[in-house]
């Protein structure tokens, strides 16, 4: 860890609290060094138009090289004016440089120190109540969110010391003591227990991705109201609770194996590029691979329990299908989507997949055309997002060695190619939908369907030329062209 000297002045009481905390970090065995800001020698001052033009005085060289050292960064410092010291954040200004704490990719930032915490010591002149309350702390959020944040460091701890002007000797021994209990807490981590349980659920919420799974509820439900108007409640939780862990197991494993892509990523966002909780450090490698092997087993536990009440051998078979084909979109030995495969796997798991498996649970038969039926302009919906995900990552993927479509075909014939199941989506539902196995559950989808694959027909065709970066807005439009042909059966078999 280091701790950072924040006061222009030596000696000074920011100094004996540092060298408390220092003293408390080491005793609980810490590696710990200490950098006294008034006594390093450089221009605070940003004087070139880019303040990567300006070269690094020796002192701040050392400084920079001890902050990549740390994996635990503390900031000592007054809250003069409510914020801290000019030479600070002078410091801040020529140490965090743009290409080594920070990115910027087409107006998007992305900080590059993910994976340190810090703590804030801060003295002041008023009870640290009124600095929280009625100031509302502007430097504690400044250092927190503006600067630290925007890094990917932490902030994790703060500690509001004050008044200063009329503290007894007493009072700054209290103090110290404060200071130095809080580098020993460094014992049993950079944060509480509570933070500590949060911060890790917040992880794998994040790393879940459910902002991919109501479609898949959706299209496993029309399969189970398609074999059955009255559903078997226990049966029908058991078999989503298979479908749930299978998915989680496979946005995991996505995480592991997609590593080396999704680290090179400049263009990730909420629906490519995955979760990047490995990338950033939220999670380990080995929190990773204990995920993926608790879905495997509570999907693998729903689908016993579901098999234990008879659901039939071809039920197993569907349930096997899916987890082979879910996992081996990234995982070996298949890694169907680093050989142009994976927007096929994903387009069928999702559509025939989760509706066979809905129907067979509830007591259909494979052989039934309803399920077939109802699956094809459904998997003709989803492939024009599947394959526009890729767009993003098309970069980072061939420097990963990743062959997706995408990568395979290059910008304009990967936007070209999304128009053809964007147009055939609707003339399936127009050839299938008066089949009599359907009962009806396409009608009224093409009034809905139609004029918005006309729009994300044109947007792709105006898209065509675009060389790189993200498409949030085209995927956004490429997601919800699914919801016509999911929903519409939906709501007509319910």
């Known amino acids: 860890m280091l701790v950072i000297v924040g006061h222009p002045r030596s000696p000074s009481l920011c100094g004996a609290l540092a060298r408390s905390y220092a003293q408390g970090a080491c005793a609980a065995g810490m590696q710990v060094e200490l950098i006294e800001l008034s006594a390093l020698r450089f ?15 020796p002192d701040l060289v050392r400084a920079w090289q001890r902050i990549e050292w740390a994996d635990h960064l ?21 140490a965090l440089l743009p290409g080594v704490a920070f990115r910027e990719h087409e107006g998007r930032f992305e900080g590059l120190l993910n994976g340190k915490t810090a703590h804030l010591v801060t003295t002041m002149d008023m009870p640290h109540w009124v ?3 009625l100031f509302r702390a502007p430097g504690h959020t400044a250092m927190k969110r503006s600067i630290l944040g925007f890094c990917g460091i932490a902030a994790t701890r703060t500690l ?7 503290s007894s000797a007493g009072q700054r021994a209290v103090w110290l003591e404060q200071a130095r209990a809080m580098g020993f807490s460094l014992r049993d981590g950079p944060r509480s227990q509570v933070a500590s349980a949060a911060v890790r659920l917040l992880a794998w919420l994040k790393a879940l991705r459910l902002q991919f799974y109501p479609m898949s509820w959706m299209a496993y439900t029309v399969g189970a109201l398609g074999a059955a108007s009255s559903l078997d409640a226990w049966r029908y939780w058991l078999g989503y609770g298979f ?10 494993a996505n995480e592991w194996f997609d590593f080396e892509s999704d680290r090179r990523n400049a263009h990730h966002g909420p ?7 490995l990338v950033t450090g939220e999670l380990t490698f080995r929190q990773m691979a204990a995920g993926i092997a608790a879905a495997l087993a509570l999907a693998i536990g729903c689908a016993g329990l579901l098999l234990n009440g008879a659901a039939g051998g071809a039920s197993s078979a569907a349930m096997l299908a899916m987890l082979l084909l879910a996992l081996g979109y990234t995982a070996p ?6 050989r142009g495969l994976g927007e096929l796997d994903v387009g069928l798991t999702h559509s025939i997949g989760v509706v066979l498996c809905g129907y067979l649970v509830q007591g259909g038969r494979w052989r039934d055309a309803f399920p077939w039926l109802v699956s094809m302009p459904m998997l003709l919906a989803i492939l024009p997002s599947i394959i526009l995900a890729g767009f993003p990552d098309l970069e980072a993927d061939r420097e990963a060695g990743k062959r997706t479509l995408a990568a395979r075909l290059g910008h304009r014939r990967t936007m070209l190619l999304a128009i053809l199941p964007t147009v055939a989506a609707p003339v399936a539902a127009l050839i299938v939908k008066d089949a009599p196995a359907l009962r009806g559950s396409l009608d009224g989808l093409l009034p809905w369907a139609v004029p918005h694959g006309v729009v994300l027909t044109v947007l792709l065709w105006r898209a065509r030329f675009r060389r790189r ?20 059966p939906l709501l007509r078999l319910a």
Request: glycine residues 8%.
């Open 74 to 94: 503390v900031f000592v410092f007054p809250a003069w004016w409510g914020v801290g010291p000019a030479r600070l954040y002078g410091f801040l200004d020529r």
């Open 160 to 166: 509001a010391l004050g008044p200063v002007r009329d």
């Open 469 to 488: 970066g993200r498409i949030d807005l085209l995927l956004v439009a490429a997601l919800t062209y699914i919801l016509w042909f999911v929903a519409i």
């Open 43 to 57: 221009d605070p001052d940003v004087h070139t138009v880019s303040p990567t033009a300006q070269a690094l005085e």
């Open 243 to 252: 479908l749930f862990f299978a998915e989680a197991a496979t946005v995991f």
């Open 271 to 277: 629906f490519n590029g995955g979760s990047r909780v």
């Open 131 to 133: 600095y929280r309350l």
């Open 333 to 338: 030995p298949l890694k169907l989507s680093w």
